[in-house]
DNA sequence: ACCCCGGCTTGATCGACATCAACGCGCACC
DNA sequence: GGTGCGCGTTGATGTCGATCAAGCCGGGGT
């Protein structure tokens, strides 16, 4: 295996600078010394619908949007990743989806085959990409309901929220993500964000004391707004 | 166990019975002596929102929706599922959903804890639950795509297409579910979904010889929609 | 310091889908 | 064979978010 300790270190050592996050180092465990760290630049794609699924990713720091677009170039965000999460695994040959940096990124990069074959020797590595599956599962079921059932304001809250569950600080967020971004993740306009954002600025609920930064003043409002 | 020849005898016939479908086999060969075949009638709830996780469930013929609700009682539909699938298997303690039956249904019952442990021997089990997940996850994500991006005859086309794929006759669809689940699916209201449909026919892309069935006269036209 | 430009906000208007309302149709049940 | 009722269609009107358009703000480059 083209493995090497160095890289894997530096892993190691760049993941102990990110946010926590659940099953985090139960992944990171098994899987140390089987990927690669790869630097993404901002706005940049780390892969397209169709492309070869011979790897996939964990974020170790930064922001990744995965997305599906339509002919016409709609565009879809499905989820934003953040430090911990893995993303691009798929059981086809081709992705489905496409991802990209919305803020520099670093990657920890792992060859699939490699990771299959030792998840057929380790339950605990199977184990976890079951349970990847299962909540990516569950969160775009719950992003069906967002975006089936809700109105405007109330995706906006929502996407708050939920950003806020996925951040360090609760109070006062950091939008690594443009309002398109937002946008789209949520089936709406930049302009309908926008003006949901300024209405609930107005309405005492959030303060925005700039354009990527979001303090959350009345979080009871917002749950009830996305309950 | 409390799992019986006689009873897992009786899955083998009722399965015979299904329309066939991919994994299908796959998934019985390993599980056959771990069900419980269970009946639904029409409109039905077979678990809620809430309820506990300790059982999944198969299809045996019939057709279930899978759903989530709002306070105010908005309702999102996730899936259909026909005979074949699997679904109400979940991570945690709690259902994030509940299952309702929209025909009378015939289903496989499986104890979560037995097939866990089953899985922890039997790799083609454990690759199976992975699969199933992951199978969600990718319709879940195309549904989100649907929802948020897509206009109402979009939707409905898309629907349509799906349906179709779903069905053993691709030309002349039995609609099961009625209007309103369609429309919830959808995100769409039944009057929208009536009037696209009516449209459709129109267009001559479709007939409708019932209100339950529908002749796909112009699949080209469909695909283009939904595209 | 200036400009430039991309991202964001705000306002005016439009349009797609929701809502409200009425009616039709098929079917089960007396 | 009525009658009631659930389901579906159709029409009139309303509304939320999209679209079109203009201007603002802030950061980077020269």
Chains 1, 2 share one sequence.
């Not at 184990?127 to 059932?149: D, I, T």
């Not at 929502?158 to 951040?167: H, N, V």
């Not at 967020?173 to 398109?180: D, V």
């Amino acid at each position: 295996m083209t493995v090497q300790m160095a890289i894997s270190t530096r892993v190691s050592a760049a993941v102990e600078a990110r946010t926590n996050w659940m099953a985090e180092q139960d992944l990171q465990e098994p899987l140390r010394t089987a990927g690669t760290v790869i630097h993404i630049a901002q706005g940049r794609e780390i892969f397209a619908e169709g492309d070869d699924t011979d790897v996939f990713y964990k974020v170790v720091s930064g922001v990744v949007r995965a997305c599906k677009f339509l002919n016409d170039g709609r565009r879809q965000i499905e989820a934003f990743h953040v430090a911990g999460d893995l993303f691009g695994l798929e059981l086809d040959e081709e992705r489905l989806m496409s991802a990209e940096a919305v803020s520099d990124c670093i990657l920890v990069c792992y060859r699939r085959r490699i990771v299959e074959t030792l998840a057929r020797k380790d339950q605990t590595i199977s184990r976890q990409l079951f349970q990847y599956a299962m909540q990516n599962m569950v969160s775009a079921q719950a992003h069906c309901l967002l975006l089936g059932r809700r109105g405007a304001a109330e995706k906006v809250a929502a996407f708050l929220l939920g950003w806020a569950k996925q951040s360090a600080n609760k109070r006062v967020l950091h939008l690594a993500m443009t309002r398109q971004d937002i946008a789209d993740y949520l089936g709406l306009t930049i302009e309908t964000v926008s003006r949901s954002l300024t209405q609930l600025e107005r309405d005492k609920v959030i303060a925005l004391p700039s354009t990527r930064e979001v303090k959350i003043l009345n979080s009871d409002v917002l749950e009830d707004l996305a309950a």
